[in-house]
C-alpha cells in the first residue's frame, strides 16, 4: 500500500491510475448518457444537412440512372407494405423543404393518404361525422365523399379517430371507421358497394383508443384483426366484393396493425400481430398454424407496428418492453425462433422499413425520447443509431434516399445506408403540425403528408 508522503512520477501516476480502473471493471460515464446508454436529453433543434451526404447520394442516383415512378401507394406503407418504393426522387431540399404544390384542411385521425394514378383517398372525422374522401393526386381538387356518424370519444390526449388507413384494390376503396363501420366504395365514383357495422354484428365494445387496424385486402379476401374475442373472430376473412364472412379464427383482442401475406416454402401465410402476439394462419380457410404471444406490460400499451416478412422470417416489434422477435418459418407450417432483442428496437407505431435486409425504424420514446435505428433482420444486429428532434417519426424509402417525418413535423431525408446515419437535408422548421403521426406516401414524384389539420402535396422530382 502506497503511503499519503510517497511522491511519484506523473507518469506512474497516470499509470497506476488506469489500472486500477481496469481492474476494477469501472468505465468513463457519459454524463449526457442514462445507465442504459440512452440520451438523456431530447434534441431540441433540426440538424444541419450533411453536403457529403448529399453529394454521395448524387452518385448513387447517377449510377443508378432515372427510375420510373410508382404510380400508385394503394395500401398503408406502400405496394408491398415495406414501406419501399423503386424510385427515384430528389431528397435535396432548402431548409423550407421541398416545394408545396397544393393542401387542403382535414379533420382528425391518424389515418394515411392512399393513391392509385390520379386518386388520392383518405379519412378524417370532422365533429360527430367520419369522412372517406377522394381528391384528385395532382391539384387536391375533390371527387367524392362519404360521410357517417360516429359517437367514439376517448378520455386521453390522442385523436378520437379514425386510425386506420383506406385500402385501394380492383377499383375499390376499403375502409374500417373508429367504431368498426366497413364500407366498400367504387373508387371512381364513391358509390356504396356494400358495408358492415362490425362492431354491433360482433358485439365488439369500444376501447380506449378507436379501432385502429388496416385490413389486407386481396384478389380472394379481406382480412382483419377485428377483436372479437368473446365471439372467436378475432380474426375475420371477408370477401372483397360482397362483404361476405368466409371464416373467423382466434380469441384475441385487436392489435393496431395490418396484416401481411406472404407466399414460403410454396404456401400462403397471413401473419397477424393481435393484442397478444403474432398469428400465422392459412388465408384459404382461417386456420391457425401457432401464435406467440409478445406484447407490452405497460398501460396503455398496444401492439400497433404491422409485421415485416423476409424469405422465410418474419419480424414482429413492439414496446416499450417486449422489443423485437424473429422466427423462421418451417416446411411444415411450424416455426422456430431466430433471435429475439429488448432493447435492439422497441417501435410503439411506428412503420418499420425494409430494404436490402436492412430495417429502419424508431424507438419507443423512453428517457431521453426515440431515435432512429438500422438493424439487420437476419441476425437483429444493431448497425446505427440517430437521436434527432424527429423523435418517434414516421418514414418510407424511395431508392437511395430515406424520407422521415418527425412526431413534430419537421422532414428529413437521409442517405440509405446500413453504415452510419447521413442526414442529407432536415427543415429547420415544422412542416406539419404536432403530432404528426400519419406515415407519409409518395407517387408520381409527390409526397403526401398528413396530419389532423391539413393534407399536403410536395414536389420531389429530381
Not at 179 to 192: E, H
Not at 254 to 274: D, E, K, L, N, W
Not at 378 to 394: I, M, P
Request: net charge negative; glycine share 8%; aromatic share 10%.
Amino acid at each position: 500500500m502506497l503511503q499519503p508522503s510517497l511522491q511519484l512520477p506523473s507518469a506512474t501516476s497516470c499509470l497506476l491510475l488506469f489500472l486500477l480502473v481496469t481492474l476494477s471493471g469501472c468505465r468513463k460515464v457519459d454524463p449526457n448518457l442514462t445507465s442504459d446508454g440512452l440520451p438523456e436529453f431530447e434534441p431540441t433543434t433540426a440538424d444541419k444537412p450533411d453536403k457529403t451526404a448529399a453529394e454521395l447520394f448524387q452518385i448513387a442516383a447517377s449510377e443508378r440512372g432515372k427510375t420510373p415512378h410508382n404510380s400508385s401507394w394503394p395500401q398503408l406503407f406502400g405496394p408491398d407494405r415495406t414501406s419501399f418504393v423503386d424510385t427515384t426522387i430528389n431528397p435535396i431540399w432548402e431548409a423550407s423543404g421541398p416545394t408545396e404544390i397544393w393542401s387542403i384542411p382535414v379533420g382528425t385521425g391518424y389515418g394515411s393518404p392512399v393513391i392509385a394514378d390520379d386518386m388520392l383517398v383518405f379519412n378524417h372525422r370532422i365533429d360527430q361525422e367520419e369522412i372517406i374522401q377522394c381528391v384528385r393526386a395532382e391539384s387536391g381538387e375533390s371527387v367524392w365523399e362519404h360521410r357517417y356518424p360516429t359517437t367514439y370519444e376517448t378520455e386521453y390526449e390522442y385523436s378520437n379517430g379514425p386510425y386506420s388507413t383506406p385500402v385501394i384494390a380492383q377499383n375499390k376503396v376499403y375502409t374500417i371507421g373508429g367504431q368498426g363501420q366497413c364500407f366498400c366504395l367504387d373508387l371512381s365514383s364513391g358509390t356504396l358497394a356494400w358495408s358492415r357495422d362490425l362492431f354491433s354484428e360482433y358485439e365488439v365494445e369500444d376501447d380506449i383508443f378507436a379501432f385502429g387496424s388496416t385490413p389486407l385486402v386481396t384478389d380472394e379476401y379481406m382480412i382483419l384483426n377485428l377483436g372479437a374475442s368473446s365471439r372467436n373472430a378475432g380474426i375475420i376473412a371477408l370477401h372483397p366484393d360482397t362483404g361476405a364472412t368466409i371464416w373467423e379464427a382466434t380469441d384475441h383482442g385487436a392489435g393496431y396493425c395490418s396484416p401481411f401475406a406472404a407466399t414460403i416454402h410454396g404456401q400462403r401465410f397471413v401473419f397477424v400481430f393481435t393484442a397478444l402476439g403474432l398469428v400465422s394462419l392459412n388465408p384459404e380457410n382461417g386456420q391457425v398454424d401457432w401464435s406467440i404471444e409478445h406484447r407490452s406490460r405497460s398501460p396503455m400499451s398496444y401492439n400497433a407496428v404491422s409485421p415485416l416478412v423476409l424469405g422465410d422470417k418474419v419480424l414482429v416489434v413492439t414496446g416499450p418492453g417486449p422489443g423485437a422477435i424473429c422466427v423462421r418459418v418451417l416446411p411444415d407450417r411450424g416455426y422456430e425462433q431466430v433471435w429475439k432483442h429488448r432493447r435492439v428496437i422497441d417501435c410503439q407505431f411506428n412503420s418499420l422499413m425494409l430494404h436490402d435486409g436492412q430495417v429502419y425504424g424508431f424507438t419507443a420514446a423512453g428517457q431521453g425520447g426515440a431515435e432512429l435505428r438500422c438493424i439487420d433482420f437476419e441476425t437483429g444486429e444493431l448497425r446505427w443509431k440517430y437521436h434527432s428532434l424527429l423523435r418517434r417519426g414516421q418514414g418510407l424509402i424511395a431508392g437511395d434516399a430515406l424520407v422521415l417525418l418527425g412526431e413534430r413535423g419537421h422532414l428529413a431525408s437521409m442517405l440509405l445506408s446500413n453504415e452510419s446515419p447521413q442526414v442529407i437535408s432536415f427543415t429547420d422548421q415544422p412542416l406539419m403540425s404536432e403530432p404528426s403521426y400519419c406515415a407519409p406516401a409518395i407517387a408520381n414524384g409527390r409526397l403526401y403528408l398528413k396530419d389532423e389539420n391539413r393534407l399536403a402535396c410536395f414536389e420531389v422530382n429530381p
